[in-house]
C-alpha cells in the first residue's frame, strides 16, 4: 500500500490556467506539507497543515491555496498558472506537527509543466 | 534563522569505495538534522536522523552520519559504495518549536563508477 500518494505524476498546462494536485496519505499521521523543488533540485516548504489547520505559509504566492478536507488530504490549487511554477511539488506527512524531530513521509512527487 | 550547506552539489566514488557527503549548518538553537535520498523521479526518502544522545547514527543501507556540535556538521558516510547508491542526497535541518519545518541543503548527486 501506498503511504503518501499524489495525482497526476505529471501535468502539463498552459500558462494562465487554473489546476489541482492532490495529495492523500494512509498512515494516520495528523500534519501533511507542500513542498516544491525547482529545477536546481532545492527543495522548499510551502505550507504545512495540522488536522485540516493551516500551521506553515512560507511566503506563497496567493495564487496558491492549500485546502485539508480531512487530515489524510491536502490538496492544493494553483491559479493563474505561470512559467514559473514548473517544478515539481511534493506532499509529506508526519505524525505530529509539535514534535520537531518527526520523521516526514513523502509522496512521489507532481511534475508540472507550464507552457 | 537556519540554513544548510552541503559542500559538493556532485560527488563521485568508485564502487567499494568510501563515500563522504558533507552537511554544515546553521542554528540559534540545536537542531535536528536529517538526511534524505531521492532516486530518479522518486520522493525522498529517510536514511537517518539526528534527535539526541548518540551523536553517532546509523540509518539504512548501511549509512551513517556523526552530529559534532563544536563543527555545525553532520556528513554522511558509508565504508564501501555499492552502485544502487547513486542518487540525489538532502541533508536538512528542523529547529525546536518551529513547527516540524524541514530546511534543506541544495543536495549532493552520488555517482558511483564502476
Known amino acids: 500500500d501506498t503511504a503518501v500518494s499524489q495525482t497526476p505524476k505529471y501535468l502539463v498546462t498552459q500558462m494562465g490556467n487554473d489546476k489541482s494536485i492532490k495529495c492523500e496519505q494512509n498512515l494516520g499521521h495528523d500534519t501533511m506539507y507542500w513542498y516544491k523543488q525547482d529545477s536546481k533540485k532545492f527543495l522548499k516548504i510551502m505550507f504545512s497543515y495540522n488536522n485540516k489547520e493551516l500551521i506553515i505559509n512560507e511566503t506563497v504566492p496567493n495564487r496558491f491555496s492549500p485546502k485539508s478536507p480531512d487530515k489524510a488530504h491536502l490538496n492544493l490549487h494553483i491559479n493563474s498558472l505561470e512559467l514559473g511554477d514548473s517544478a515539481v511539488y511534493f506532499c509529506a506527512s508526519s505524525q505530529d506537527i509539535l514534535a520537531d524531530q518527526e520523521t516526514q513521509y513523502f509522496g512521489p512527487g507532481t511534475r508540472l509543466l507550464v507552457l | 534563522a537556519q540554513s544548510v550547506t552541503q559542500l559538493g552539489s556532485h560527488v563521485s566514488v568508485s564502487e567499494g569505495a568510501l563515500v563522504l557527503l558533507r552537511c554544515n549548518y546553521s542554528?540559534?538553537?540545536?537542531?535536528?538534522l536529517f538526511w534524505y535520498v531521492q532516486y530518479p523521479n522518486q520522493g525522498l526518502q529517510l536514511l537517518l536522523k539526528y534527535t539526541t544522545g548518540a551523536t553517532l547514527v546509523k540509518g539504512i543501507n548501511g549509512f551513517e552520519a556523526e552530529f559534532k556540535k563544536s563543527e555545525t556538521s553532520f556528513h554522511l558516510t558509508k565504508p564501501s559504495a555499492h552502485m544502487s547508491d547513486a542518487a540525489e542526497y538532502f541533508c536538512a535541518v528542523s529547529e525546536t518549536g518551529g513547527g516540524n519545518k524541514l530546511t534543506f541543503g541544495t543536495g549532493t548527486q552520488l555517482k558511483v563508477e564502476l
Open positions: 542554528s540559534s538553537v540545536p537542531p535536528y
